[in-house]
């Protein structure tokens, strides 16, 4: 490296390698240095216009020339969408949700909030887009894209279930039946054929679950002929279920519904929107 300070005629920094190439002591081009100042313009403009750095005073923060905050701007957002939901939302505040469903336009604007409902408030039991879900006793929480609906699937009985919650009750028969009687009515039960033994009769199954085995939808008593589980559909399962009784202290099976009207974290309108939305999962056909 050579220690000239300068290269062809023109001034360098003292860096020379092979006396053409230099280190130059140039200026930018006057475009560069143009963007450079008003880049640092625009730098000092927006940290002025928008909130920036905290400050010692009561404010807490530079609030900024132009009086923007996100909070604001959220604010004017929903506002807009306020105003294109506020027709239907005033529509279905004094209907049904059967005259709900009876309105093409308002059932689809209905689907789609009840969509956001669902998620916030029953996915975390009933699973996304009403798959159930299972723990070890079974299902934990019903499927819902079904048509198979212990308390009907009617959207009366939908809404009805949703605002007051449910809760059915099986008695324990781990007292009044032996084993070997537990066992049999367990094995016609699994085999969808309740009515097979005498003691489906005999015990009082008949009182819950109906003369055929089918269940009672007023009651909340499952179908136990269908192959649809409410909890551990094995043998072993259904003793235990016949043993212990549902929701009937420690021990039992638990299957509780909340009822979201006595809990207050729903409005009516919104309770609505969900039995429409959980009708369209299923068809309601029962």
């Given amino acids: 490296m050579s220690d000239k300070h300068d290269a062809g005629g023109v001034p360098t920094t003292g860096h020379v390698w092979d006396d053409d190439l230099g280190d130059f002591t140039n200026q930018p081009p006057k475009w560069w240095m143009l963007g450079l100042t008003a880049s640092a313009i625009w730098c000092v403009v927006y940290f002025l216009y928008y909130p920036s750095i905290p400050v010692s005073n009561a404010q807490g923060y530079f609030k900024g020339i132009g009086g923007w905050t996100a909070i604001t701007e959220m604010e004017a957002d929903k506002s807009v969408v306020d105003e294109v939901r506020g027709k239907y939302e005033a529509k279905l505040k004094d209907m049904t949700p059967a005259a709900i469903l009876a309105d093409g336009e308002l059932t689809e604007y209905v689907t789609r909030s009840g969509k956001v409902l669902f998620g916030d408030n029953c996915a975390a039991c009933h699973g996304t887009n009403g798959v159930g879900t299972v723990d070890k006793q079974g299902l934990f929480a019903p499927i819902l ?142």
């Fill in 145 to 286: 894209n079904d048509d198979d609906w212990l308390y009907g699937g009617k959207i009366e009985d939908i809404h009805a279930s949703i605002t007051g919650g449910r809760q059915a009750v099986m008695t324990p028969h781990k007292d009044v039946l032996s084993a070997a009687e537990i066992d049999t009515l367990a094995n016609a039960v699994a085999a969808g054929k309740p009515t097979s033994t005498p003691l489906f009769t005999e015990k009082g199954c008949t009182a819950c679950h109906g003369a055929d085995g089918k269940g009672m939808q007023a009651m909340g008593s499952a179908n136990l002929t269908d192959s649809v589980w409410r909890f551990d559909g094995s043998v072993e399962g259904i003793k235990y279920t016949i043993a212990n009784g549902v929701n009937v202290g420690p021990g039992s099976r638990i299957a509780v519904m909340p009822s979201f009207q006595a809990a207050g974290k729903l409005s009516d309108a919104e309770m609505k929107k969900l039995a429409v939305y959980v009708y369209k999962f299923g068809g309601g056909k029962n």
